[in-house]
């Protein structure tokens, strides 16, 4: 294998791999999110205000993920 | 496909005042810093007692909804009201910022080989200053108002065990730069790729729903940039907190 095909299967690899963990972090985030404000629907806009800033933080990992990707592939 | 698309990690030299380069998002960073600074001055000079609506009142209401989000978690308005015009310019210019790169022009206007305009906030130099002004503040902030011991006793007490929990907090402290920086370079950023590679794979109608993401994303992620300085700020400067 050739060091450019190479270059863009670690890409590839980086951001797929990479993705799995905040996946599965937001959706754990939004379904609980989702059952608090079904117990308790006049908590919505507190709730709501919490799970983005969570999922931002969750979301910056699948970020750095991407931005590392993108460092392989241009640099 | 791959010659067409033009991506650059870092923001690209237009211009030379001898050995100072001017860059692509620099020349942004001026005219988002015009364009925003004289709104802001022609709003405040319409302000009345009775507003009638109009720009004015746009702004109005927009500062308003700010000071109350910051007056939940400052605890009063007064405290509110003393770290507003910060963070109020942090959230303004983050935002500003996401949305100016979104306009028609960006990336597609070339001088020479490089293209005229760059979002401020997909270059890593500015995200990096916007987070050392962050952090660096909100330890100003805590030794105006606990003092120089004050703020050390947050991180140190007589207790040698817990002064290992202290360093620890320091280096967490520290690594928000990082956090800080990457997360908005890199949401930016990565917005930034995904406009170019769907213009060049569906360039009629396809970007369209990707605007509309990145409309969002800019909007969350100045949220999140003000909303964690605020948190970090209001902790760090808690009076209550600090005795414990």
């Known amino acids: 294998m050739d060091a450019e095909s190479m270059k863009n299967l670690a890409a590839g690899l980086t951001i797929a791999i990479g993705a799995i963990g905040p996946g599965i972090g937001i959706g754990l985030i939004a379904a609980k999110a989702v059952e608090a404000i079904g117990r308790n629907p006049e908590s919505q806009s507190k709730v709501q205000q919490t799970m983005i800033l969570g999922i931002a933080f969750t979301e910056a990992l699948a970020i750095f993920a991407l931005l590392f990707a993108f460092i392989i592939l241009f640099l | ?244």
């Open chain 2, 1 to 244: 496909m791959a010659a067409e698309m033009h991506v650059s990690l870092a923001p690209e030299p237009i211009a030379h005042i001898g050995s100072f380069v001017i860059t692509n998002s620099m020349l942004t960073a001026v005219i988002t810093t015009i364009l925003l600074a004289s709104g802001m001055i022609i709003a405040s000079r319409q302000i009345k007692l009775h507003p009638a609506g109009g720009f004015a009142g746009a702004i109005e209401a927009l500062i308003e909804t700010l000071l109350d989000q910051m007056e939940q978690v400052f605890g009063s308005r007064q405290r509110a009201l003393y770290y507003f015009p910060f963070l109020a310019t942090l959230f303004l210019f983050i935002l500003s910022n996401n949305w100016f790169a979104l306009l028609p022009g960006f990336n597609t206007i070339h001088l020479g080989d490089v293209p005229l305009f760059r979002a401020v906030t997909a270059d890593l130099s500015a995200t990096i200053a916007l987070a050392l002004v962050s952090v660096v503040l909100t330890q100003v902030y805590a030794i105006r108002e606990l003092g120089v011991m004050g703020n050390l006793r947050r991180y140190f007490s007589s207790n040698p065990a817990m002064n290992i929990l202290g360093v620890q907090e320091i280096i967490l402290e520290s690594t928000r730069v990082i956090s800080f920086s990457f997360r908005l370079f890199g949401n930016i950023f990565a917005g930034e790729v995904l406009l170019i590679v769907i213009s060049a794979l569906l360039p009629i109608l396809g970007p369209t729903p990707f605007w509309g993401l990145e409309i969002f994303v800019g909007f969350i992620q100045a949220l999140v940039f003000t909303m964690l300085t605020m948190v970090f700020i209001a902790m760090s400067t808690d009076k209550e907190a600090a005795h414990h």
